[in-house]
Protein backbone atom coordinates (compact mmCIF):
# COMPACT_ATOMS: atom_id res chain seq x y z
CA UNK A 1 0.00 0.00 0.00
CA UNK A 2 2.79 2.36 0.26
CA UNK A 3 4.13 2.59 -2.88
CA UNK A 4 0.48 2.78 -4.32
CA UNK A 5 -0.39 5.64 -6.56
CA UNK A 6 -3.31 8.09 -5.45
CA UNK A 7 -4.66 11.24 -6.71
CA UNK A 8 -2.80 14.04 -4.57
CA UNK A 9 -2.40 18.02 -4.87
CA UNK A 10 -5.19 19.41 -4.60
CA UNK A 11 -4.51 22.53 -6.75
CA UNK A 12 -6.14 25.96 -5.26
CA UNK A 13 -9.57 26.22 -7.08
CA UNK A 14 -11.82 24.52 -4.53
CA UNK A 15 -15.23 26.20 -6.12
CA UNK A 16 -16.25 24.01 -7.86
CA UNK A 17 -18.92 21.29 -6.95
CA UNK A 18 -18.03 19.13 -9.68
CA UNK A 19 -15.99 15.99 -8.23
CA UNK A 20 -14.88 15.09 -11.50
CA UNK A 21 -13.57 18.10 -12.28
CA UNK A 22 -11.72 18.22 -9.18
CA UNK A 23 -9.83 15.04 -10.05
CA UNK A 24 -9.31 16.72 -13.19
CA UNK A 25 -6.94 19.28 -11.38
CA UNK A 26 -5.43 16.11 -9.43
CA UNK A 27 -1.86 14.35 -10.02
CA UNK A 28 -0.58 11.20 -9.03
CA UNK A 29 2.55 10.71 -7.02
CA UNK A 30 3.27 7.69 -4.32
CA UNK A 31 0.83 8.05 -0.76
CA UNK A 32 3.67 8.12 1.33
CA UNK A 33 4.48 11.36 -0.07
CA UNK A 34 1.12 12.87 0.30
CA UNK A 35 0.33 16.23 1.88
CA UNK A 36 -2.73 18.52 2.46
CA UNK A 37 -4.31 19.56 -0.36
CA UNK A 38 -3.67 23.47 -0.84
CA UNK A 39 -6.32 25.70 0.61
CA UNK A 40 -7.80 28.43 -1.30
CA UNK A 41 -8.06 31.82 0.43
CA UNK A 42 -10.63 32.76 -1.47
CA UNK A 43 -12.93 30.05 -0.95
CA UNK A 44 -15.85 30.76 0.85
CA UNK A 45 -16.06 26.86 2.69
CA UNK A 46 -12.50 27.72 4.42
CA UNK A 47 -13.00 31.46 4.97
CA UNK A 48 -15.62 29.95 7.71
CA UNK A 49 -12.55 27.92 9.19
CA UNK A 50 -10.32 30.53 9.77
CA UNK A 51 -12.56 32.68 11.28
CA UNK A 52 -13.12 29.99 13.97
CA UNK A 53 -10.26 29.62 17.11
CA UNK A 54 -9.47 26.33 18.79
CA UNK A 55 -12.55 26.05 21.42
CA UNK A 56 -11.02 25.90 25.08
CA UNK A 57 -13.38 24.13 27.64
CA UNK A 58 -12.96 23.62 31.57
CA UNK A 59 -11.22 19.56 32.18
CA UNK A 60 -14.34 17.23 32.92
CA UNK A 61 -14.67 17.46 36.63
CA UNK A 62 -14.36 13.73 36.89
CA UNK A 63 -10.93 13.94 34.83
CA UNK A 64 -8.08 13.06 37.22
CA UNK A 65 -4.81 14.87 36.92
CA UNK A 66 -2.65 12.15 36.33
CA UNK A 67 -4.62 10.11 34.01
CA UNK A 68 -1.86 8.99 31.06
CA UNK A 69 -4.30 10.85 28.59
CA UNK A 70 -5.07 14.07 30.51
CA UNK A 71 -3.88 16.20 28.01
CA UNK A 72 -6.05 14.78 25.53
CA UNK A 73 -8.96 14.10 27.56
CA UNK A 74 -9.13 17.59 28.92
CA UNK A 75 -9.93 19.28 25.66
CA UNK A 76 -13.25 16.95 24.65
CA UNK A 77 -12.11 16.83 21.39
CA UNK A 78 -13.81 13.23 21.55
CA UNK A 79 -17.30 12.29 23.22
CA UNK A 80 -19.82 9.77 23.41
CA UNK A 81 -23.43 11.32 23.16
CA UNK A 82 -25.54 8.00 24.14
CA UNK A 83 -27.55 6.32 21.44
CA UNK A 84 -28.79 7.61 17.96
CA UNK A 85 -32.92 6.85 17.06
CA UNK A 86 -31.75 3.79 16.08
CA UNK A 87 -30.46 2.40 19.47
CA UNK A 88 -26.58 2.65 17.75
CA UNK A 89 -23.78 4.64 20.22
CA UNK A 90 -22.86 7.81 19.08
CA UNK A 91 -19.09 8.86 19.23
CA UNK A 92 -18.62 12.73 18.34
CA UNK A 93 -15.48 14.03 17.16
CA UNK A 94 -15.00 18.14 17.49
CA UNK A 95 -12.71 19.44 15.42
CA UNK A 96 -12.70 23.12 16.60
CA UNK A 97 -11.51 21.75 20.06
CA UNK A 98 -8.44 20.76 18.92
CA UNK A 99 -5.65 23.05 19.43
CA UNK A 100 -2.42 24.24 17.10
CA UNK A 101 -0.59 21.08 15.73
CA UNK A 102 2.16 21.76 17.93
CA UNK A 103 0.49 21.84 20.82
CA UNK A 104 -1.41 18.05 20.71
CA UNK A 105 0.45 14.64 20.85
CA UNK A 106 -1.41 13.47 17.73
CA UNK A 107 -0.06 10.13 18.28
CA UNK A 108 -1.74 9.92 21.84
CA UNK A 109 -4.78 11.79 20.58
CA UNK A 110 -4.95 8.40 18.05
CA UNK A 111 -4.49 5.97 21.28
CA UNK A 112 -7.18 7.86 23.36
CA UNK A 113 -9.44 8.02 20.14
CA UNK A 114 -9.18 4.00 19.89
CA UNK A 115 -9.34 3.51 24.02
CA UNK A 116 -12.52 5.67 23.72
CA UNK A 117 -13.85 3.26 20.39
CA UNK A 118 -13.13 -0.55 21.61
CA UNK A 119 -15.32 0.00 24.50
CA UNK A 120 -17.65 0.48 21.97
CA UNK A 121 -16.89 -1.75 18.61
CA UNK A 122 -18.06 -4.44 19.39
CA UNK A 123 -21.50 -3.18 19.37
CA UNK A 124 -23.24 -1.21 16.09
CA UNK A 125 -22.24 2.96 16.40
CA UNK A 126 -22.12 5.66 14.88
CA UNK A 127 -19.30 8.72 14.59
CA UNK A 128 -20.24 12.44 14.13
CA UNK A 129 -17.41 14.37 13.35
CA UNK A 130 -17.95 18.27 13.47
CA UNK A 131 -15.90 19.71 10.81
CA UNK A 132 -16.28 23.41 11.51
CA UNK A 133 -13.23 24.81 13.29
CA UNK A 134 -10.27 22.83 11.44
CA UNK A 135 -8.13 25.50 10.26
CA UNK A 136 -4.42 25.66 8.98
CA UNK A 137 -3.30 25.78 12.62
CA UNK A 138 -4.64 22.44 14.20
CA UNK A 139 -5.08 20.26 11.45
CA UNK A 140 -3.17 17.19 11.49
CA UNK A 141 -0.43 16.34 9.18
CA UNK A 142 -1.96 13.90 6.11
CA UNK A 143 0.28 11.57 7.20
CA UNK A 144 -1.39 11.00 10.62
CA UNK A 145 -5.01 10.95 8.51
CA UNK A 146 -3.09 7.97 6.71
CA UNK A 147 -2.33 6.26 9.66
CA UNK A 148 -5.25 6.47 11.49
CA UNK A 149 -7.02 5.39 8.52
CA UNK A 150 -4.80 1.92 8.82
CA UNK A 151 -4.87 1.86 12.49
CA UNK A 152 -8.74 1.45 12.25
CA UNK A 153 -8.49 -2.11 11.19
CA UNK A 154 -11.67 -4.22 10.29
CA UNK A 155 -12.23 -4.49 14.12
CA UNK A 156 -13.54 -1.10 14.32
CA UNK A 157 -14.86 -0.78 10.61
CA UNK A 158 -17.39 -3.61 10.87
CA UNK A 159 -19.92 -2.33 12.94
CA UNK A 160 -19.47 1.45 12.12
CA UNK A 161 -22.86 1.75 10.62
CA UNK A 162 -22.66 6.27 10.08
CA UNK A 163 -20.16 8.32 10.01
CA UNK A 164 -21.77 11.49 9.88
CA UNK A 165 -19.89 14.87 8.48
CA UNK A 166 -21.56 18.03 10.04
CA UNK A 167 -20.95 20.97 7.98
CA UNK A 168 -18.53 19.78 5.05
CA UNK A 169 -16.96 22.09 3.00
CA UNK A 170 -15.65 21.49 -0.23
CA UNK A 171 -12.29 20.75 0.92
CA UNK A 172 -13.15 18.09 3.20
CA UNK A 173 -15.08 16.27 0.52
CA UNK A 174 -11.82 16.43 -1.97
CA UNK A 175 -9.81 14.83 0.97
CA UNK A 176 -12.53 11.90 0.54
CA UNK A 177 -11.92 11.77 -2.95
CA UNK A 178 -8.03 11.47 -2.22
CA UNK A 179 -8.97 8.30 0.23
CA UNK A 180 -11.42 6.80 -2.48
CA UNK A 181 -9.03 3.80 -3.85
CA UNK A 182 -8.38 2.58 -0.11
CA UNK A 183 -12.09 3.33 0.93
CA UNK A 184 -13.98 0.36 0.33
CA UNK A 185 -17.57 0.96 -1.42
CA UNK A 186 -19.06 -0.57 1.70
CA UNK A 187 -17.93 2.05 4.12
CA UNK A 188 -18.05 4.84 1.58
CA UNK A 189 -22.20 4.08 1.48
CA UNK A 190 -21.71 4.59 5.60
CA UNK A 191 -20.44 8.76 5.15
CA UNK A 192 -23.26 11.32 5.01
CA UNK A 193 -23.02 14.81 4.91
CA UNK A 194 -25.06 16.95 7.06
CA UNK A 195 -25.32 20.41 6.09
CA UNK A 196 -26.70 21.81 8.85
CA UNK A 197 -27.51 19.99 12.89
CA UNK A 198 -31.77 20.27 11.60
CA UNK A 199 -30.85 17.08 9.12
CA UNK A 200 -28.84 15.39 11.50
CA UNK A 201 -31.84 15.96 13.95
CA UNK A 202 -33.40 13.05 11.62
CA UNK A 203 -31.26 10.63 12.87
CA UNK A 204 -30.10 11.43 16.70
CA UNK A 205 -31.21 13.99 19.31
CA UNK A 206 -29.47 17.23 19.18
CA UNK A 207 -29.97 18.62 22.37
CA UNK A 208 -28.16 15.22 24.07
CA UNK A 209 -25.00 15.41 22.04
CA UNK A 210 -21.99 17.53 22.34
CA UNK A 211 -21.92 20.33 20.34
CA UNK A 212 -19.57 22.57 20.87
CA UNK A 213 -21.21 26.57 20.91
CA UNK A 214 -18.88 27.54 18.52
CA UNK A 215 -20.52 25.15 16.20
CA UNK A 216 -23.71 26.16 16.92
CA UNK A 217 -23.37 29.52 16.04
CA UNK A 218 -21.91 28.85 12.79
CA UNK A 219 -24.91 26.98 12.64
CA UNK A 220 -27.55 29.24 13.49
CA UNK A 221 -25.37 31.09 10.58
CA UNK A 222 -25.80 29.03 7.66
CA UNK A 223 -29.21 28.30 8.39
CA UNK A 224 -30.36 31.11 8.27
CA UNK A 225 -28.28 32.19 4.92
CA UNK A 226 -29.59 29.07 4.04
CA UNK A 227 -33.69 29.71 4.97
CA UNK A 228 -33.58 26.39 6.51
CA UNK A 229 -37.14 25.70 8.10
CA UNK A 230 -37.38 24.51 11.47
CA UNK A 231 -38.92 21.31 12.00
CA UNK A 232 -42.72 20.62 12.44
CA UNK A 233 -44.12 20.06 15.94
CA UNK A 234 -46.18 17.18 15.79
CA UNK A 235 -48.80 17.10 17.82
CA UNK A 236 -49.09 14.12 20.24
CA UNK A 237 -51.44 11.30 19.12
CA UNK A 238 -54.30 9.39 21.02
CA UNK A 239 -52.69 6.18 21.63
CA UNK A 240 -48.51 7.94 22.00
CA UNK A 241 -46.36 5.42 23.81
CA UNK A 242 -42.57 7.23 22.82
CA UNK A 243 -41.79 10.41 24.37
CA UNK A 244 -44.46 9.79 26.74
CA UNK A 245 -44.22 9.96 30.92
CA UNK A 246 -44.82 6.95 32.90
CA UNK A 247 -47.17 8.28 34.84
CA UNK A 248 -49.18 9.81 31.84
CA UNK A 249 -48.76 6.20 29.92
CA UNK A 250 -50.58 4.53 33.20
CA UNK A 251 -53.23 7.16 33.43
CA UNK A 252 -54.13 6.79 29.88
CA UNK A 253 -53.64 2.54 29.59
CA UNK A 254 -57.37 1.13 29.42
CA UNK A 255 -56.55 -1.36 32.18
CA UNK A 256 -54.08 1.31 34.01
CA UNK A 257 -51.03 -1.31 33.82
CA UNK A 258 -48.18 -0.03 35.59
CA UNK A 259 -45.78 -1.61 33.02
CA UNK A 260 -45.64 0.44 29.41
CA UNK A 261 -47.49 -1.88 26.40
CA UNK A 262 -44.07 -1.23 25.04
CA UNK A 263 -41.68 -2.24 27.66
CA UNK A 264 -43.62 -5.43 28.23
CA UNK A 265 -44.18 -6.69 24.42
CA UNK A 266 -40.47 -6.15 24.10
CA UNK A 267 -39.36 -7.60 27.12
CA UNK A 268 -41.53 -10.94 26.84
CA UNK A 269 -40.27 -11.58 23.12
CA UNK A 270 -36.71 -11.33 24.01
CA UNK A 271 -37.24 -13.76 26.78
CA UNK A 272 -38.60 -16.36 24.30
CA UNK A 273 -36.18 -15.53 21.41
CA UNK A 274 -33.48 -13.35 22.93
CA UNK A 275 -31.86 -14.55 25.60
CA UNK A 276 -29.18 -16.93 24.27
CA UNK A 277 -28.67 -13.79 21.33
CA UNK A 278 -25.37 -13.63 21.26
CA UNK A 279 -24.66 -9.36 21.04
CA UNK A 280 -28.36 -9.07 21.94
CA UNK A 281 -28.76 -5.23 23.01
CA UNK A 282 -25.34 -4.26 21.09
CA UNK A 283 -26.66 -4.82 17.26
CA UNK A 284 -29.27 -1.91 15.63
CA UNK A 285 -31.88 -3.00 13.14
CA UNK A 286 -33.22 -2.80 10.13
CA UNK A 287 -34.20 1.29 9.84
CA UNK A 288 -37.23 1.18 8.21
CA UNK A 289 -38.72 -1.78 10.68
CA UNK A 290 -37.61 0.62 13.77
CA UNK A 291 -40.08 3.67 11.89
CA UNK A 292 -42.76 0.99 11.34
CA UNK A 293 -43.04 -0.79 14.60
CA UNK A 294 -42.90 3.10 16.22
CA UNK A 295 -45.81 4.01 14.34
CA UNK A 296 -47.73 1.40 15.15
CA UNK A 297 -47.48 2.10 18.86
CA UNK A 298 -47.88 5.82 18.89
CA UNK A 299 -51.16 4.89 16.50
CA UNK A 300 -52.36 2.26 18.46
CA UNK A 301 -51.47 -0.63 16.40
CA UNK A 302 -50.56 -3.88 17.63
CA UNK A 303 -47.13 -5.22 16.88
CA UNK A 304 -46.01 -8.77 16.31
CA UNK A 305 -42.15 -9.28 16.31
CA UNK A 306 -42.57 -12.22 14.74
CA UNK A 307 -43.67 -10.88 11.43
CA UNK A 308 -40.16 -9.20 11.52
CA UNK A 309 -37.94 -12.43 12.66
CA UNK A 310 -35.67 -10.41 13.98
CA UNK A 311 -35.08 -10.15 17.58
CA UNK A 312 -32.64 -7.06 17.69
CA UNK A 313 -35.51 -4.98 16.88
CA UNK A 314 -37.40 -5.78 19.92
CA UNK A 315 -34.00 -4.96 21.83
CA UNK A 316 -33.57 -1.54 19.82
CA UNK A 317 -37.93 -0.38 20.65
CA UNK A 318 -36.97 -1.31 24.43
CA UNK A 319 -33.78 0.98 24.61
CA UNK A 320 -35.50 3.55 22.06
CA UNK A 321 -38.27 3.60 24.89
CA UNK A 322 -35.88 4.27 27.97
CA UNK A 323 -34.07 7.10 25.80
CA UNK A 324 -37.30 8.74 24.84
CA UNK A 325 -38.78 9.42 27.83
CA UNK A 326 -39.42 13.00 28.98
CA UNK A 327 -37.13 12.50 31.91
CA UNK A 328 -34.75 9.65 32.64
CA UNK A 329 -35.93 6.42 34.16
CA UNK A 330 -33.63 7.09 37.47
CA UNK A 331 -34.82 11.17 36.90
CA UNK A 332 -33.02 14.39 36.74
CA UNK A 333 -33.05 15.27 40.85
CA UNK A 334 -30.78 12.02 40.89
CA UNK A 335 -28.22 12.91 38.41
CA UNK A 336 -25.32 14.98 40.61
CA UNK A 337 -25.69 11.75 43.07
CA UNK A 338 -25.19 8.98 40.62
CA UNK A 339 -22.36 11.20 39.16
CA UNK A 340 -20.44 11.38 42.01
CA UNK A 341 -21.03 7.45 43.28
CA UNK A 342 -18.37 5.82 42.67
CA UNK A 343 -16.78 7.96 45.73
CA UNK A 344 -19.24 5.77 47.95
CA UNK A 345 -17.20 3.28 49.82
CA UNK A 346 -17.77 -0.30 48.50
CA UNK A 347 -19.38 -1.57 51.58
CA UNK A 348 -21.45 1.32 51.50
CA UNK A 349 -22.64 1.18 48.06
CA UNK A 350 -25.60 -1.04 48.40
CA UNK A 351 -26.97 0.96 51.01
CA UNK A 352 -26.41 4.09 49.33
CA UNK A 353 -28.47 2.83 46.20
CA UNK A 354 -31.00 1.80 48.04
CA UNK A 355 -31.66 4.75 49.48
CA UNK A 356 -31.43 6.67 46.33
CA UNK A 357 -34.12 4.58 44.70
CA UNK A 358 -36.83 5.17 47.46
CA UNK A 359 -36.76 8.63 46.89
CA UNK A 360 -37.85 7.66 42.87
CA UNK A 361 -41.66 8.22 42.13
CA UNK A 362 -43.50 5.27 42.34
CA UNK A 363 -43.90 4.48 38.75
CA UNK A 364 -39.54 4.97 38.00
CA UNK A 365 -39.14 2.33 41.00
CA UNK A 366 -41.67 0.06 39.53
CA UNK A 367 -40.17 -0.08 35.93
CA UNK A 368 -36.70 -0.16 37.01
CA UNK A 369 -37.40 -2.88 39.60
CA UNK A 370 -39.04 -4.74 36.34
CA UNK A 371 -36.25 -3.97 34.17
CA UNK A 372 -33.64 -4.68 36.38
CA UNK A 373 -35.22 -8.21 36.96
CA UNK A 374 -35.13 -8.65 33.44
CA UNK A 375 -31.21 -7.50 32.97
CA UNK A 376 -30.53 -10.14 35.71
CA UNK A 377 -31.84 -12.92 33.25
CA UNK A 378 -30.23 -11.71 30.55
CA UNK A 379 -26.73 -11.57 32.23
CA UNK A 380 -27.60 -14.75 33.29
CA UNK A 381 -27.23 -15.86 29.98
CA UNK A 382 -23.84 -14.17 29.31
CA UNK A 383 -21.68 -17.12 28.44
CA UNK A 384 -24.00 -17.31 25.25
CA UNK A 385 -25.17 -13.57 24.63
CA UNK A 386 -21.81 -11.96 26.10
CA UNK A 387 -23.81 -8.99 28.04
CA UNK A 388 -22.10 -9.44 31.44
CA UNK A 389 -23.68 -7.05 33.77
CA UNK A 390 -20.45 -4.77 32.77
CA UNK A 391 -21.32 -5.00 28.76
CA UNK A 392 -24.88 -4.65 29.77
CA UNK A 393 -24.24 -1.26 31.37
CA UNK A 394 -22.51 0.22 28.81
CA UNK A 395 -25.82 -0.22 26.78
CA UNK A 396 -28.01 0.53 29.15
CA UNK A 397 -26.14 3.39 31.43
CA UNK A 398 -26.94 6.21 29.04
CA UNK A 399 -30.90 5.13 28.74
CA UNK A 400 -31.20 5.47 32.49
CA UNK A 401 -29.62 8.68 33.00
CA UNK A 402 -28.80 11.78 31.28
CA UNK A 403 -27.79 15.54 32.39
CA UNK A 404 -31.53 18.26 32.04
CA UNK A 405 -29.25 21.31 30.82
CA UNK A 406 -26.55 19.85 29.26
CA UNK A 407 -25.47 16.90 26.74
CA UNK A 408 -23.73 14.75 28.29
CA UNK A 409 -20.12 13.54 28.51
CA UNK A 410 -17.77 11.05 28.06
CA UNK A 411 -16.25 12.05 31.42
CA UNK A 412 -20.17 11.61 33.14
CA UNK A 413 -20.44 8.73 31.49
CA UNK A 414 -18.49 6.25 32.96
CA UNK A 415 -19.58 6.98 35.91
CA UNK A 416 -22.80 6.24 35.01
CA UNK A 417 -21.96 3.12 33.83
CA UNK A 418 -20.69 2.57 36.57
CA UNK A 419 -23.48 3.14 38.74
CA UNK A 420 -25.63 0.80 36.60
CA UNK A 421 -23.32 -1.63 36.79
CA UNK A 422 -23.55 -1.96 40.15
CA UNK A 423 -27.48 -1.69 40.09
CA UNK A 424 -27.12 -4.98 38.28
CA UNK A 425 -24.62 -6.45 40.26
CA UNK A 426 -25.97 -5.57 44.02
CA UNK A 427 -29.74 -5.65 42.54
CA UNK A 428 -30.88 -8.47 45.48
CA UNK A 429 -28.92 -6.88 47.75
CA UNK A 430 -31.04 -3.39 46.99
CA UNK A 431 -34.32 -4.17 46.76
CA UNK A 432 -33.99 -6.56 50.07
CA UNK A 433 -33.29 -3.62 51.70
CA UNK A 434 -36.34 -1.87 50.89
Not at 125 to 154: C, I, M
Not at 195 to 209: P, S, T, V
Request: charged content about 25%; hydrophobic content about 40%.
Amino acid sequence: MATADLLVDLQDDLATDDASNTLGKLKLSPLDEKTWPAENDNDEDLKSDKECSPEIVEPPPNLKWDDPFYDIARRQIVEVAGDDNFGRKVIVFSACRMPPSHQLDHTKLLQYLKITLDKYVESDYSVVYFHYGLTGQNKPSFGWLLEAYREFDRKYKKNIKALYIVHPTKFIKAILVLFKPIISMKFGRKVLYMNHLGELEQFLKCDRMVIPPCVKRYDDTISASQKCVPPVQTKQLPHQQFGIGLQALRKKDPGNRTIPRVLEETVNYIKQHGLNKEGIFRRSANVCFVREVLDKYNNGVPVDYAVYGDVHLAAVMLKTFLRELPEPLLTYELYEQVVSFGGVPKNKQAETMAEMIQTLPADNYTVLQYLLIFLHMVADNSELNKMTPSNLALVFGPTLMWAKDAAISLSAINPINYFAQSLLLNYNEIFCQM
